[in-house]
């Protein structure tokens, strides 16, 4: 019986280690560590705040912009104080931390613009969040192909849900369960 017992209780024990790290792997896939207009900053120093982030860049002709105005619109007609707009800049070569901010704070003024200013890093980040970019400079053109979608994160940085549908109404739906979600 005593056998059983402590077999039980380890058992418990290693369950307890093994969601613990899983846990952590899961927050730290998302984590980040890039630059503001500020400071240098990571995923722990937006704790407290939902965050939505969005991959894109300050010269995009339509993309960025209307994704941007969507969600800012939807956060301010849902009166949603505590969420960051997290803005990471794809295009290192154009887009300077500076102007960027103010780009992304023109359409929401709880929005930062965030360089990883290592293209590699910046490469894996894009991707463990599961979204792609790719600049092609070719017969006197640039242009930078990214995905649209959002990601919403909890105030821990715990990934919630990526959003790929970007019609207002889904916008606004899905930005309302961050409020349901606390």
Do not use: W
């Not at 630059?35 to 995923?43: I, P």
């Not at 407290?48 to 982030?53: A, D, E």
């Not at 339509?62 to 794809?90: G, H, Q, R, W, Y």
């Amino acid at each position: 019986m005593k056998k059983i017992v402590l077999f039980g209780a380890v058992l418990i024990v290693a369950l307890a280690m093994f969601l613990a790290v899983g846990y952590e792997m899961k927050v730290a896939r998302y984590d980040f560590k890039g630059q503001s207009v500020d400071k240098n900053v990571s995923m722990q120093d937006f704790d407290g705040f939902f965050k939505v982030v969005y991959f894109g860049y300050m010269f995009c002709p339509d993309v960025c912009p209307t994704t941007l105005a969507m969600v800012s619109s939807a956060l301010e007609e849902l009166d949603v104080k505590d969420v960051k707009i997290l803005f990471f800049t794809v295009d290192l070569e154009r887009d300077d931390i500076k102007s960027c901010d103010e780009f992304a704070k023109y359409f929401y003024q709880n929005a930062l613009c965030i360089r990883v200013n290592d293209e590699n890093k910046l490469k894996k980040m894009v991707k463990n969040y599961g979204a792609k970019y790719e600049i092609s400079k070719a017969n006197n053109e640039y242009i930078v192909a990214h995905s649209p979608f959002i990601y919403l994160l909890d105030e821990k940085g715990r990934f919630i849900k990526e959003v790929t549908n970007l019609t207002y109404e889904n916008l606004k739906n899905e930005l309302a369960q961050l409020k349901r979600a606390k």
